[in-house]
C-alpha cells in the first residue's frame, strides 16, 4: 500500500474553517497570491493539464512544420505563422470572401451565400451539424439549430446587467468597419453601420431560445422532412440553401429543428428586412469570424473586444499558440495519433478501468438501495447502467484525412477547404448507422463526457495526468478527482435530461409518473440552492442559475457521492472494510484526502468579466460551487472536518440533497 498522498498542503489557509468555505481552506493561499496569466482569463485546475498538452502537441506540430511542409498539419501550420504574407495580403482575402454577399441581388441569391459561407466553416444564420438521432441512436440524422449572433448569448441583447457589453459591441463593430472602410460600400458611417449590425443582431436575439429552454432534450427534437421546410418556414429558401449547402433536400429526409419558433421569425425576417441589412450584417459575420486570422491592426481589435472587454485577457496569446490552435480545431484527431504514441502509456488505460469498474459498482449498489424509487424505475435505471460504454485514452479508429489536400502558404484557402471537409464529412453520414468508434474529443483534450444518444462515457488521454489521475498516489487522492469525474460523467445518464433516454440512448421515458415526480422534487431542491449563490467578487445580480446548471451540478453531487462509495468498495478490497480503519497519510484520513483531492482538482482562478460571462452561458457552476455547494449535501464530509451547525456551509440533514 503506497504512503504517497498525492496531495500537498502548501495552498491551506488556516485562517478559513472548512465548514465556512472548504474551497478557500483548501486553496486559499493559492488563490491570494497566484496571479493569472497576461494571456488568459482563468487559470489553475484543469489549465495547467492544458498547458502541459499545448506544449506537447507544439513540439509535435511544429516537428511536423519543419520536416513535411507540404504535410496538412505542416500546411495550415506554416500558413498561419507566415506573419509577412498575412500583412501583405492585406484585405485582400477577406474582399474575396465577402464579395459573394456585396453581389447577392435578391434574398434568394443571399441565402446561397449565406450555404457556401457555412461550408467554408463561417457561422451564419442557422447552425447545423450531424450526430445521433436521439429517437433512432444507431442512425445519424441532421440537426439545424438557431445561430447569427455576436455576443455570447440572447440574453446580452435584453438583460439590463450587460448593457455595458452591448454598448463596447457597438464601438467593436464600428471601429471594425472604421479599419476595414466596408462601411462605405453600403453608404454608411462606421457608427451608422454598427447601430444598424447591433439592431439587426437584437431583432434576431429576440427569436432565441434561452439557456434554460435549450437544454429540453424534448422540446429542442423537432422532426421535419427536409423538403417541406420551405412550406412550413415561409420565407426562406431553404431549399436553394440546403442544396448550395451540399445537401440535397430531396435525399436528406428527415431533419431535426431545435427551435421552430426561432426559424419561423427568422424567415419572416429574411423578407421583411431590407435586403441591405442582411447584407451587411453578413458582412459583419465574416469580417469578426476572420479577423483573428487577419493582419495584426484587425487581430487586435478583435482581441480587444473578445478578449479584453468580454473575458478581461490582459494580452493575446503568443502567435504559436494560436496557430497550434488553428490545427487542432482543423486536424485534431491527426495530431491525437501523433500525441497517444508519446504521450499515453498502456498501464494508464488499465488503472482507468478498475477506477470506472468500482464506480459502476458503486453506482449499482446505490440505485439498488434508493428509498424514493420503485421496483420498476430501479430496473431500468439498472438496465441503462449496464450498458454504459466506457472510452479511455484514444479512439480504437482513426478519421481519416487522405482526401484533404491544403495549400502551402495560402491560410484562408486552408481555412475553406477545411471547413467544406468537415461539411462534406458531415453530410456524407446522415441517414447512416452511426460509428461507434467515433470520439467528440481529440485524446490531447483535458476533459471528459458523457454522450446520451450513446450511452457512453469517454476520457481522453490528456486529463489522465496528476493531480486528476496519479497511478502513484493513494487511493483516496484518485477516487476524490479522476474518480470523481469519472462518477460525474455517469451522474448525466442519470441527470434532468440524460435520464430520459433509455440505455440504448434513445430519448424515451423510463421512469414511472410516480417517481419522475420525486425526481423533480429533489432536482428543484439543488436549483433553489444553487440560485443563491454568488462567485466572490461579483454583484449579486450575477448569481448562479440553478436551472441551467441543473444537469452539471447533478453530475457533480452524484459524482462526488458515488466516488466516495467507490473508494469505501476499493479499501474493502484491499481487507479495509470501514473508511475510519484506511491509513492516515501526512497526517489526513482517508476520507479528508478524499474531499481535499477533490477540492484541490476545481482549483481556478477567474477574471470577473469571464466569470460574468460564464454565469449567463456556461452550464457548469463556477469552480467554488463545484466544490462548496456539494460537500453541504454529504453526510461524511460533516463527519471528516467537524461541521457544525453556525458554520457557513452547514445544512440541517433534512435539507441536504440526496438523488443518487
Given at each position: 500500500?503506497?504512503?504517497?498522498?498525492?496531495?500537498?498542503?502548501?495552498?491551506?489557509?488556516?485562517?478559513?474553517?472548512?465548514?465556512?468555505?472548504?474551497?478557500?481552506?483548501?486553496?486559499?493561499?493559492?488563490?491570494?497570491?497566484?496571479?493569472?496569466?497576461?494571456?488568459?482569463?482563468?487559470?489553475?485546475?484543469?489549465?495547467?493539464?492544458?498547458?502541459?498538452?499545448?506544449?506537447?502537441?507544439?513540439?509535435?506540430?511544429?516537428?511536423?512544420?519543419?520536416?513535411?511542409?507540404?504535410?496538412?498539419?505542416?500546411?495550415?501550420?506554416?500558413?498561419?505563422?507566415?506573419?509577412?504574407?498575412?500583412?501583405?495580403?492585406?484585405?485582400?482575402?477577406?474582399?474575396?470572401?465577402?464579395?459573394?454577399?456585396?453581389?447577392?441581388?435578391?434574398?434568394?441569391?443571399?441565402?446561397?451565400?449565406?450555404?457556401?459561407?457555412?461550408?467554408?466553416?463561417?457561422?451564419?444564420?442557422?447552425?447545423?451539424?450531424?450526430?445521433?438521432?436521439?429517437?433512432?441512436?444507431?442512425?445519424?440524422?441532421?440537426?439545424?439549430?438557431?445561430?447569427?449572433?455576436?455576443?455570447?448569448?440572447?440574453?446580452?441583447?435584453?438583460?439590463?446587467?450587460?448593457?455595458?457589453?452591448?454598448?463596447?459591441?457597438?464601438?467593436?463593430?464600428?471601429?471594425?468597419?472604421?479599419?476595414?472602410?466596408?462601411?462605405?460600400?453600403?453608404?454608411?458611417?462606421?457608427?451608422?453601420?454598427?447601430?444598424?449590425?447591433?439592431?439587426?443582431?437584437?431583432?434576431?436575439?429576440?427569436?432565441?431560445?434561452?439557456?434554460?429552454?435549450?437544454?429540453?432534450?424534448?422540446?429542442?427534437?423537432?422532426?421535419?422532412?427536409?423538403?417541406?421546410?420551405?412550406?412550413?418556414?415561409?420565407?426562406?429558401?431553404?431549399?436553394?440553401?440546403?442544396?448550395?449547402?451540399?445537401?440535397?433536400?430531396?435525399?436528406?429526409?428527415?431533419?431535426?429543428?431545435?427551435?421552430?419558433?426561432?426559424?419561423?421569425?427568422?424567415?419572416?425576417?429574411?423578407?421583411?428586412?431590407?435586403?441591405?441589412?442582411?447584407?451587411?450584417?453578413?458582412?459583419?459575420?465574416?469580417?469578426?469570424?476572420?479577423?483573428?486570422?487577419?493582419?495584426?491592426?484587425?487581430?487586435q481589435e478583435s482581441f480587444n473586444f473578445y478578449g479584453k472587454t468580454l473575458s478581461g485577457t490582459q494580452q493575446i496569446r503568443e502567435r504559436w499558440k494560436r496557430g497550434v490552435g488553428a490545427v487542432e480545431k482543423a486536424l485534431g484527431e491527426e495530431i491525437g495519433q501523433e500525441y497517444v504514441a508519446v504521450h499515453f502509456p498502456p498501464s494508464h488505460k488499465e488503472k482507468m478501468l478498475v477506477l470506472v469498474g468500482n464506480l459502476l459498482e458503486a453506482y449499482r449498489e446505490s440505485i439498488e438501495s434508493l428509498d424514493w424509487m420503485t421496483e420498476a424505475t430501479r430496473q431500468k435505471a439498472l438496465e441503462k447502467l449496464s450498458k454504459f460504454v466506457t472510452k479511455i485514452g484514444y479512439p480504437d479508429k482513426w478519421r481519416d484525412f487522405s482526401a484533404l489536400e491544403l495549400v502551402p502558404g495560402d491560410l484562408f484557402e486552408n481555412l475553406r477547404r477545411t471547413g467544406a471537409f468537415d461539411?462534406?464529412?458531415?453530410?456524407?453520414?446522415?441517414?447512416?448507422?452511426?460509428?461507434?468508434?467515433?470520439?467528440?474529443?481529440?485524446?490531447?483534450?483535458?476533459?471528459?463526457?458523457?454522450?446520451?444518444?450513446?450511452?457512453?462515457?469517454?476520457?481522453?488521454?490528456?486529463?489522465?495526468?496528476?493531480?486528476?489521475?496519479?497511478?502513484?498516489?493513494?487511493?483516496?487522492?484518485?477516487?476524490?478527482?479522476?474518480?470523481?469525474?469519472?462518477?460525474?460523467?455517469?451522474?448525466?445518464?442519470?441527470?434532468?435530461?440524460?435520464?430520459?433516454?433509455?440505455?440504448?440512448?434513445?430519448?424515451?421515458?423510463?421512469?414511472?409518473?410516480?417517481?419522475?415526480?420525486?425526481?423533480?422534487?429533489?432536482?428543484?431542491?439543488?436549483?433553489?440552492?444553487?440560485?443563491?449563490?454568488?462567485?466572490?467578487?461579483?454583484?449579486?445580480?450575477?448569481?448562479?442559475?440553478?436551472?441551467?446548471?441543473?444537469?452539471?451540478?447533478?453530475?457533480?453531487?452524484?459524482?462526488?457521492?458515488?466516488?466516495?462509495?467507490?473508494?469505501?468498495?476499493?479499501?474493502?478490497?484491499?481487507?479495509?472494510?470501514?473508511?475510519?480503519?484506511?491509513?492516515?497519510?501526512?497526517?489526513?484520513?482517508?476520507?479528508?484526502?478524499?474531499?481535499?483531492?477533490?477540492?484541490?482538482?476545481?482549483?481556478?482562478?477567474?477574471?470577473?468579466?469571464?466569470?460574468?460571462?460564464?454565469?449567463?452561458?456556461?452550464?457548469?457552476?463556477?469552480?467554488?460551487?463545484?466544490?462548496?455547494?456539494?460537500?453541504?449535501?454529504?453526510?461524511?464530509?460533516?463527519?471528516?472536518?467537524?461541521?457544525?451547525?453556525?458554520?457557513?456551509?452547514?445544512?440541517?440533514?433534512?435539507?441536504?440533497?440526496?438523488?443518487?
Amino acid at each position: 500500500m503506497t504512503t504517497n498522498s498525492g496531495i500537498t498542503k502548501e495552498w491551506v489557509d488556516e485562517t478559513v474553517k472548512p465548514g465556512d468555505d472548504f474551497f478557500r481552506h483548501v486553496n486559499g493561499k493559492w488563490l491570494a497570491t497566484h496571479e493569472i496569466p497576461a494571456d488568459r482569463p482563468k487559470d489553475g485546475g484543469l489549465y495547467t493539464l492544458r498547458d502541459n498538452a499545448e506544449k506537447h502537441v507544439r513540439e509535435l506540430v511544429e516537428k511536423i512544420a519543419k520536416e513535411q511542409p507540404e504535410s496538412r498539419i505542416g500546411a495550415l501550420y506554416n500558413s498561419f505563422m507566415d506573419v509577412e504574407k498575412i500583412e501583405a495580403d492585406g484585405l485582400e482575402p477577406l474582399l474575396k470572401e465577402i464579395a459573394p454577399i456585396l453581389n447577392s441581388a435578391t434574398p434568394s441569391h443571399l441565402a446561397v451565400t449565406l450555404a457556401l459561407l457555412s461550408r467554408a466553416g463561417l457561422p451564419q444564420l442557422f447552425a447545423w451539424y450531424t450526430s445521433n438521432d436521439p429517437k433512432d441512436p444507431k442512425n445519424y440524422t441532421f440537426f439545424l439549430y438557431q445561430s447569427g449572433l455576436g455576443l455570447p448569448d440572447e440574453s446580452y441583447y435584453r438583460e439590463e446587467k450587460h448593457e455595458a457589453a452591448c454598448a463596447a459591441y457597438v464601438e467593436h463593430i464600428a471601429r471594425m468597419f472604421q479599419l476595414t472602410g466596408l462601411a462605405e460600400g453600403f453608404g454608411l458611417t462606421p457608427e451608422q453601420a454598427a447601430q444598424l449590425v447591433f439592431t439587426h443582431e437584437s431583432e434576431l436575439a429576440r427569436l432565441h431560445w434561452n439557456v434554460v429552454e435549450n437544454r429540453d432534450a424534448e422540446a429542442t427534437y423537432n422532426p421535419y422532412q427536409a423538403t417541406e421546410l420551405d412550406e412550413k418556414f415561409p420565407g426562406f429558401p431553404f431549399s436553394q440553401w440546403l442544396l448550395a449547402l451540399g445537401a440535397d433536400p430531396e435525399t436528406l429526409g428527415q431533419v431535426i429543428v431545435a427551435q421552430p419558433s426561432f426559424f419561423e421569425g427568422a424567415a419572416k425576417l429574411f423578407t421583411s428586412i431590407p435586403l441591405m441589412s442582411w447584407k451587411l450584417w453578413a458582412v459583419w459575420t465574416v469580417l469578426r469570424s476572420r479577423a483573428p486570422f487577419m493582419y495584426d491592426e484587425l487581430v487586435q481589435e478583435s482581441f480587444n473586444f473578445y478578449g479584453k472587454t468580454l473575458s478581461g485577457t490582459q494580452q493575446i496569446r503568443e502567435r504559436w499558440k494560436r496557430g497550434v490552435g488553428a490545427v487542432e480545431k482543423a486536424l485534431g484527431e491527426e495530431i491525437g495519433q501523433e500525441y497517444v504514441a508519446v504521450h499515453f502509456p498502456p498501464s494508464h488505460k488499465e488503472k482507468m478501468l478498475v477506477l470506472v469498474g468500482n464506480l459502476l459498482e458503486a453506482y449499482r449498489e446505490s440505485i439498488e438501495s434508493l428509498d424514493w424509487m420503485t421496483e420498476a424505475t430501479r430496473q431500468k435505471a439498472l438496465e441503462k447502467l449496464s450498458k454504459f460504454v466506457t472510452k479511455i485514452g484514444y479512439p480504437d479508429k482513426w478519421r481519416d484525412f487522405s482526401a484533404l489536400e491544403l495549400v502551402p502558404g495560402d491560410l484562408f484557402e486552408n481555412l475553406r477547404r477545411t471547413g467544406a471537409f468537415d461539411a462534406d464529412w458531415l453530410i456524407a453520414r446522415k441517414g447512416q448507422p452511426v460509428d461507434k468508434s467515433e470520439w467528440l474529443m481529440t485524446p490531447q483534450t483535458v476533459n471528459a463526457y458523457y454522450m446520451p444518444p450513446a450511452n457512453e462515457i469517454v476520457f481522453p488521454a490528456a486529463i489522465l495526468q496528476p493531480p486528476y489521475f496519479n497511478p502513484d498516489a493513494d487511493d483516496a487522492a484518485n477516487y476524490g478527482n479522476i474518480g470523481m469525474i469519472i462518477g460525474h460523467e455517469i451522474g448525466h445518464g442519470f441527470d434532468d435530461q440524460g435520464s430520459r433516454y433509455d440505455g440504448d440512448g434513445k430519448l424515451e421515458s423510463w421512469w414511472t409518473e410516480e417517481d419522475y415526480a420525486k425526481f423533480k422534487e429533489r432536482t428543484a431542491a439543488l436549483v433553489e440552492q444553487y440560485n443563491a449563490y454568488v462567485p466572490v467578487g461579483l454583484d449579486p445580480k450575477f448569481h448562479v442559475n440553478g436551472e441551467l446548471t441543473l444537469g452539471e451540478n447533478i453530475g457533480d453531487l452524484a459524482g462526488m457521492s458515488i466516488a466516495l462509495k467507490a473508494y469505501r468498495l476499493a479499501l474493502k478490497k484491499q481487507g479495509i472494510e470501514s473508511l475510519d480503519d484506511a491509513p492516515v497519510i501526512d497526517g489526513m484520513t482517508g476520507i479528508q484526502r478524499f474531499f481535499f483531492s477533490n477540492a484541490r482538482g476545481w482549483c481556478t482562478k477567474s477574471r470577473p468579466q469571464h466569470a460574468e460571462v460564464m454565469i449567463s452561458v456556461d452550464p457548469h457552476s463556477p469552480d467554488e460551487f463545484r466544490v462548496n455547494g456539494v460537500v453541504r449535501n454529504i453526510d461524511e464530509f460533516y463527519e471528516a472536518f467537524g461541521v457544525s451547525e453556525g458554520d457557513a456551509l452547514y445544512l440541517a440533514p433534512e435539507e441536504r440533497v440526496r438523488i443518487w
